[in-house]
C-alpha cells in the first residue's frame, strides 16, 4: 500500500511549495493508498473483453451533437465521452517488455477521426475514453474521502509517435466545484453560487527532432492547470527512458491536486510528487470520473501515436461509504442474477 504524506514534510523538500510554518499539515495521498475501489477500473485480462463503439461519435463540444448511444465496454467499466467521443481503435494487446508482473494483457489506443464524425478540421483534436466511477458507482467521490488513482502507461519507440510536436496523451479526472459565475438567462443579473465541473490532468507532450530547435526526441510532462487554468511543464522524458511509466493523481481534504510519475510500474513513492496545484483556482469538492485522451492531427488520414495503458486502478483513503455502496451494487447484481437463473429453470 502506498502512503499518505504530510504537506508539511513535502514543503520541506520541494522547491515547488511556498512553505507556511503556521499552516496545519495536511495529508497528500500517493497515488495508490487507502482501498482499491475494484468495482472500478480494469485488468484487460477477461478473455471476450469487448468495446461496443456505436458510431458516429459524439462531438458535443464542436457541435453540440452526441450522436448517441454512446459507445461502451461490454464489462461496463468504460464508455464513450459525450464531449468529444472515443477513440476509433481499442485493441486488448500483449503486454509490452517490462510491464507489470502478472499482466499478459494491456489496452492500445488509438484514433484516426479525431473531430467532429466526416469532417476533417486540419488542427490537432481529442477523443476520450471514459473509465466509469459515479455512473458505476452511483455516486461521486468526496475530497475528505481523498480519492486517488493510477495507471500504467507504455510510451513507445520515437520512431512510432505521429510525427508531431505537441500534446498526445493525457490522464484526466473528473472533478466538481462550487464556484461563482455569472448567472444564466438572458435578463438575469449578477452572480451566482454553482456547480462548476473541471477537468486536472497530465498531458504527454511529444518533443519531435525533426522540429526546428529540437535536437533529440523526448516527452514533456505538462500539467493541467495552474490557478489561471494554463498548463505547465514539470517533467521531460528524454527518449532513452520511454516505455512503461507509472503515472498518479490525487485530492486531498483541502481540495488540491496532486500530480506523480514515476519511471517503470512500481509503486508510486512520496518522491514521485512532481507538483500540487489548485487549477482554476478552484478547491476540489468531489471527483466523477478517471478518463484518458488520445490526440491526432485531424486530417483523415494519420493515425495517433499508439499509447497502451494496463491496470487503470482507483483508490479511496476514507473508504467507509464507498464500501457501503459497492457492497449494496454487488449485492443487487447477486440477486438479479439468481432471479435470472430462476426464470430460465
Partial sequence: MAAVIQSSAVLAQSPTYLRNQFAAPVQIPVPGSGKQITYVGDTFEEEDWNFVHN???????QNERSYGPLAYSTNRRWSEGPERGQPDSLMIIPTPPNGLTGSAHALQITTMHSGVPGEQSYDVQQDDLILNVSTRLGSSIRASEMPNCVVRLYLPHPDVWENRTGPHFGMRLGVRTTAEKPRQGLFSIGTSLQNEPYWPGIWVHFRSKTTRGIDK?????????????????????????????????????????????????????????????????????????????????????????????????????????????VERKLQYQMRKAEAKNSTKR
Avoid at 458510431?55 to 463540444?61: A, F, H, L, N, T
Fill in 55 to 61: 458510431m458516429p461519435k459524439s462531438s458535443r463540444e
Fill in 217 to 325: 526526441d523526448s516527452v514533456l510532462l505538462k500539467v493541467r492547470a495552474n490557478s489561471l487554468g494554463h498548463d505547465f511543464p514539470v517533467k521531460e522524458i528524454p527518449a532513452e527512458q520511454f516505455g512503461w511509466w507509472t503515472f498518479g493523481m490525487s485530492v486531498s481534504t483541502d481540495g488540491r491536486i496532486h500530480y506523480f510519475a514515476r519511471q517503470g510500474v512500481d509503486d508510486l513513492r512520496p518522491q514521485d510528487l512532481m507538483v500540487s496545484k489548485n487549477p482554476y483556482g478552484y478547491d476540489a469538492e468531489r471527483v466523477t470520473s478517471f478518463f484518458f485522451n488520445i490526440c491526432n492531427r485531424n486530417d483523415g488520414r494519420t493515425w495517433s501515436t499508439p499509447f497502451a495503458i494496463d491496470d487503470p486502478q482507483f483508490f479511496v483513503v476514507n473508504s467507509a461509504r464507498i464500501d457501503q455502496i
